[in-house]
């Protein structure tokens, strides 16, 4: 596709309960990105893949998060036992392979732990 | 670790006017790319502008123009003409390579009529 696509747009959990979020990154784009936006507006770094393999996930909370990116579908976060501070705007970013690409961004998911 | 910094929680500026957004930025790196993003209330990401470090020249887009200071590790974004539809959180970014674009804290744009 033109765009990357993020479903589901908006997901409430209660806390405990599992979230599963997806990212379509634009068609022949080599590198996903997931960020984290709180209401502070910043934007921490989750993970980053090439293709399906994971790249980058030094800012991957290993305990109760994980993702994937498999061929011929679209890419996930997951997030086991969701707390409250899991509550915030995840952004899915795409990039060509070459370097300094432009990274171009879904509309994000909201996800409220209630 | 390089970080980028954007010092001004808040600008405004007068429709039809100009207004410059600060960034700066900390790196060993040579070779790097910088990219001011535009989020406005829809929250939609909006890639504005795009530097690669090796060129002297400043990028220009439209409206849009960085003010590029490699020594002085500078990165700043001027909007000429503005307007209405340019009030949004403005992003300055970092990458290097194919790693992760490192962002600073944001910069909340507000245009008068």
């Known amino acids: 596709g033109e765009e990357v696509a993020q479903t589901p747009k908006h997901l409430v959990r209660g806390e405990g309960q599992k979230a599963k979020l997806y990212c379509a990154p634009i068609?022949?784009?080599?590198?996903v990105f997931w960020y984290q936006q709180v209401l502070k507006n910043e934007f921490k770094f989750l993970i980053s893949?090439?293709?399906?393999?994971?790249?980058?996930e030094t800012g991957m909370p290993k305990e109760r998060f994980s993702a994937k990116c498999l061929p011929n579908s679209p890419c996930s976060l997951e997030i086991q036992a969701t707390k409250l501070e899991d509550s915030a705007v995840y952004f899915c970013a795409s990039s060509q392979s070459f370097r300094g690409s432009g990274a171009f961004f879904g509309q994000g998911t909201r996800l409220t732990v209630v | 670790a390089q970080t980028v910094t954007q010092s001004q929680p808040e600008m405004s500026v007068q429709e039809a006017e100009t207004v410059t957004l600060s960034c700066t930025y900390d790196t060993s790196e040579s070779d790097y790319y910088l990219f001011w993003y535009k989020q406005p209330p829809s929250r939609q990401m909006i890639l504005v502008i795009r530097q690669e470090a090796y060129k002297q020249q400043n990028a220009t887009e439209n409206r849009f123009s960085v003010n590029f200071q490699k020594a002085a590790k500078s990165f700043s974004l001027k909007i000429s003409d503005s307007q209405l539809g340019d009030a949004a959180m403005y992003f300055c970014a970092y990458r290097r390579g194919t790693d992760k674009l490192i962002f600073g804290t944001g910069t909340r744009l507000q245009v008068f009529p």
């Open positions: 068609k022949g784009h080599s590198y």
């Open positions: 893949f090439q293709n399906e393999n994971v790249f980058d």
